[in-house]
């Protein structure tokens, strides 16, 4: 089982990044996927979430009509697209795929500075 996080790296306030998940070794069309984000002295927090099927989504509040996740399951990937970033989406953010047990990714950084 293998979840792979890229897309990370530095950009300005108001700049966006494109997060993608590559997933392999499991039912990927199966699974909800997840992306979390962790930043120093600060709890794993869950970012967004999408089901199998993309019927249900959710955000957590400080992200919402900024971040969009989406999947794509021909492809087993799952992306976040985040735009109007700010300081404070400063973080780690992993890739977690949940269908009884769960998965993670190695995480890839995000730094929003000027």
């Known amino acids: 089982v293998q979840l792979v996080e890229s897309g990370g790296g530095l950009v300005q306030p108001g700049g966006s990044l494109r997060l993608s998940c590559a997933a392999s070794?499991?039912?990927?069309?199966?699974?909800?996927m997840n992306w979390y984000r962790q930043s120093p002295g600060k709890g794993r927090e869950l970012v967004a979430g999408i089901t199998s099927g993309s019927s249900s989504i959710n955000y957590v509040d400080s992200v919402k009509g900024r971040f969009t996740i989406s999947r794509d399951n021909a492809k087993n990937m799952v992306y976040l697209q985040m735009n109007s970033l700010k300081p404070e989406d400063t973080a780690v953010y992993y890739c977690?795929?949940?269908?009884?047990?769960?998965?993670w990714g190695q995480g890839t950084q995000v730094t929003v500075s000027s």
């Open positions: 977690n795929a949940v269908y009884g047990i769960g998965y």
């Open positions: 070794g499991f039912t990927f069309s199966r699974y909800t």
